[in-house]
């Protein structure tokens, strides 16, 4: 299946999750993540502030703010993506199309061993990832290549093997929760 085929069909699959679904999901993976060695390690998270029916990232957020580590969340400017701090996850409004992003006047963040968490539609086992096609991530993560990634998924997201291309810059884990049925 191509990358488009493969948006399209995730999307419909997202679409789909009740918000219960979405709610389990993100619990479960939140639980995941605060375990994880790279969180554990990492000094700063580079986040992503949740949009439509993605992966509940608030709370893992919040908890990595509590416990004193640095959180940024990206913020679109052109056809690049940087990375701004917050101490707050109220400081944000409606920015590139219409996804949260911190407000103007937060400073850029400058950790380059943060863990960057990566949001996408498709994963496999060995970290390769389809995004939502504007290259974001991997024009950021190629100008600083030494940040550890972690991507949270659905279960449905996850395919044994994905296509890939030269640009496509792989995660160092991917974790996953299998969408409940019983919260159709």
């Known amino acids: 299946m191509d990358k488009k085929a493969l948006r399209s069909k995730i999307r419909r699959q997202k679409a789909a999750m009740t918000p219960a679904q979405i709610e389990a999901c993100s619990r479960e993976l939140t639980r995941k993540a605060l375990a994880s060695p790279l969180y554990e390690a990492a000094q700063s998270v580079y986040g992503y502030l949740p949009y439509n029916q993605e992966v509940r ?47 103007a006047d937060s400073p850029e963040a400058d950790d380059p061993h943060a863990l960057v968490l990566m949001p996408g539609l498709a994963f496999d ?57 019983e919260l159709v």
């Open 57 to 103: 990232t608030l709370e893992l957020l919040q908890a990595a703010l509590d416990s004193g580590k640095g959180v940024a969340v990206p913020k679109v400017f052109g056809d690049t993506m940087r990375f701004i701090w917050l101490t707050s996850l109220q400081d944000v409004a409606p920015g590139y199309c219409g996804i949260p992003e911190p407000l």
């Open 125 to 181: 086992p060995a970290g390769h990832r389809v995004g939502y096609g504007g290259g974001f991530y991997d024009k950021f993560l190629a100008q600083e290549p030494e940040h550890p990634t972690l991507a949270l998924c659905y279960g449905f997201q996850l395919f044994p093997c994905l296509e890939t291309d030269p640009h496509d810059i792989p995660v160092d884990q991917v974790l996953w929760a299998q969408v409940p049925e």
